[in-house]
């Protein structure tokens, strides 16, 4: 096959050559209105292309390089005194795959443990172009399953405005976990 971003024959959807050139990841890091931390590893404008691959087949291998050059790496330097647990957002399956499950999956490590199927959006509408207002007015409604760890790593693939983590993050808090920081491939923010 082709590397999908040099065109050069490759075992890989994106060879070698190119993860290490363009999938380099660099720390981004904002806080919610609510004061939790969001750290991110790509500026969206950076793998936008790569991640309109979400929702088709070849979305799940891309997905799955991210990871592996960013939550993974993230792993390796990431240490605490408590083990910790880690959720995604929404981890509903679609075209076959969760994308955030995915990012998940990549923090097994010594102190963290994914979870899955923890925090589900009960109004499944798509944020993806809407407005902060748009988003603000029509919240996706998290249900939240029990599990017993408290300290609680929050993973999704991209914080624009910031709103579904704001949400996710404050409905954990009072349900009396306590959200160590939340964890994003992308910042769409401008900067």
Not at 24 to 31: A, Q
Not at 133 to 145: G, Q, S, Y
């Amino acid at each position: 096959m082709k590397c999908m971003m040099c065109e050069n024959y490759s075992y890989t959807h994106i060879c070698t050559d190119c993860q290490t050139t363009f999938l380099k990841p660099s720390l981004y890091k904002r806080k919610l209105e609510n004061g939790i931390e969001v750290l991110s590893f790509y500026r969206y404008s950076e793998i936008k292309e790569l991640l309109f691959t979400k929702h088709t087949d070849l979305g799940f291998y891309i997905y799955n390089i991210l990871a592996q050059n960013s939550f993974k790496l993230f792993t390796q330097e990431f240490s605490i005194e408590e083990s910790c647990v880690s959720i995604p957002i929404d981890d509903t399956v679609v075209s076959g795959y969760s994308h955030t499950a995915i990012l998940n999956k990549t923090l097994k490590s010594k102190s963290i443990k994914p979870l899955y199927n923890k925090l589900r959006a009960t109004n499944p509408i798509n944020y993806s172009g809407k407005t902060r207002e748009f988003r603000l007015t029509n919240p996706r409604n998290f249900k939240l399953k029990k599990f017993m760890q408290e300290d609680v790593i929050l993973v999704d693939d991209i914080v624009t405005t910031g709103a579904t983590l704001t949400q996710a993050s404050t409905l954990l808090t009072t349900q009396g976990k306590n959200v160590l920081f939340c964890l994003t491939l992308a910042d769409a923010t401008q900067r």
